[in-house]
């Protein structure tokens, strides 16, 4: 079946860790998004790509880094720079224009100890 | 920036009723979207909408770009439509940015 999938579902981490956050596509969508969302909170984008080797910052891309090596996949690495890095995080994809109907994937629950 | 603000934020309803969800925002947008975020974090698009009415099943949705607000209704609600709306803005030419709304979260007493 064609879809967007993250993993793993829950991470936990020490606190100065880099995680890198799993996102993959079969859907052949150009482009590709990350968000975060917090607690009673609406998403936040951090970052997106929409094509290959190429990705810009969202409104909160410090403490974040991606690639886009490939179509199908775009990793989001959390750095221990960033302050408060415990949230959910989704990713998401679309084909066409920039925003054009997003498909999330089913998002990962991250907490830093 | 822009701001983007949905009403209300908090809505319980008995299955079958119908509601009206609001979204206004501070500024011209290129686009609006409408989703809908399950209880188990789930999103789902609903509406693509930069102007006008668009209707699936028992949800609809209007824009009215000129003053600035949409509408998400729901008729005949069911415990399904339990969980978290959310409007999003596309800011457009000037800054390729998307901006979420804090979210209605709806739940549907069965």
């Known amino acids: 079946d064609g879809g967007i999938t993250q993993s793993p579902k829950y991470l936990f981490r020490k606190e100065g860790q880099n995680v890198t956050l799993s996102c993959e596509q079969n859907l052949n969508h150009d482009a590709m998004y990350w968000y975060r969302q917090d607690p009673g909170q609406g998403l936040r984008l951090i970052y997106y790509?929409?094509?290959?080797?190429?990705?810009q910052k969202g409104d909160i891309a410090e403490g974040y880094s991606v690639s886009r090596e490939k179509k199908e996949s775009f990793p989001l690495t959390v750095t221990s720079a960033q302050k408060n890095p415990t949230a959910f995080y989704l990713c998401?994809?679309?084909?066409?224009?920039?925003?054009?109907?997003?498909?999330f994937g089913p998002g990962t629950r991250l907490t830093v100890l | 920036g822009i701001q983007v603000e949905q009403s209300p934020p908090d809505l319980i309803l008995q299955e079958g009723a119908n509601s009206t969800l609001r979204c206004n925002f501070s500024?011209?947008?290129?686009?609006l979207q409408w989703f809908h975020q399950n209880p188990w974090g789930q999103l789902i698009n609903l509406f693509y909408i930069p102007s006008g009415t668009k209707q699936n099943g028992r949800l609809s949705a209007t824009t009215v770009a000129t003053e600035r607000y949409s509408l998400l209704y729901i008729s005949s609600s069911q415990t399904t439509d339990s969980g978290v709306y959310f409007c999003a803005v596309e800011l457009g030419n000037r800054d390729d940015k998307i901006i979420f709304g804090k979210g209605t979260r709806l739940h549907i007493l069965p």
């Open positions: 500024d011209s947008v290129n686009n």
């Open positions: 998401a994809s679309s084909w066409g224009g920039l925003y054009n109907e997003q498909f």
């Open positions: 790509s929409q094509i290959v080797n190429d990705f």
